[in-house]
């Protein structure tokens, strides 16, 4: 797969099969969608493209600075290849591009850049200016545009329609089991292992303090969680905490967790934590030691969970 990071350096000439949207997450109703489009792009001997955007538009049309995103863009190419498709076209989404018109939109990037023979679009899809392109506009311009418009309907599981604000909900309640089943993989976060103030060591809990470079990136609600962690191509079960260590009287949200049967120092090494369950809600503990006896319990479940 080419990930194509400047709009005005490329451009195809073939048979294209397209679609468009910010795929945040990546969800099973995604899959679904790109699974298609890499269907029919062979079929046609032609090419299967994403365009998407970076930013989120929401940060530039809304200047919506509290939006969590399920995957970072990193994220997001990685799950896109699994999928096999040909490229991704990544439009810097500015406040200059957000003034190209719909039919703009179209014949500059549609039909100049990618020669798109097929497009298909969600049923909610909105693009161009005051957001006029959508599902109708294209079909009623389809002749003039010389493509095929096919529309991607709402996708459902038990009539629950997916969404990214869903999965995104689901995440603020620390519902990541229902966040699975949307994404159809575990939620997962990744981040560098820092060094924090060993609190976890002395009581008999060492924990891996995770940074995670990009803001905009959605944690799940504070809590004791059980957890898989990936360090290389090694996988440990584990629990992590996220929240503000009241016990400790912590000022700072963290991310720290404590992985099994683990001994080795890992600071400055890239950790990826795979969310299976919430144990509990984060709680103030009135003492050191009822803080450790409880998490003496929340391992054994933890491992329970795992096991």
Known sequence: MKVIDHLEDFSLSGYSVVTIGTFDGVHIGHQAILRRLVKEAKANDGSSILITFWPHPRFILKKDTDLKLLSTFDEKIRLIESLGVDYILKIAFTPEFSYLSADEFVKEVLLRKVNTKKLFIGYDHHFG?????????????????????????RQDIDSIGISSTKIRNALLEGDVAFAKSLLGRNYSIEGKVMHGEKNGRKIGFPTANIQIEESCKLLPADGVYAVKASLGHKAYGGMLNIGFKPTLKGSQ???????????????????????????????????IEELKSRLERDKSEAQKVLS
């Open 129 to 153: 200016n005051h957001r006029k392109g959508n599902i109708e506009f294209l079909r009623s311009n389809a002749s003039n545009y010389g493509f095929e418009v096919r529309e991607i309907p």
């Open 253 to 287: 949200r963290t991310i720290e967790a404590h992985l099994f049967n683990f001994q080795a120092e890992i600071y400055d090494r890239e950790l990826k934590v795979e969310f299976i369950r919430l144990l509990r809600k984060e709680i103030k503990f009135h003492s």
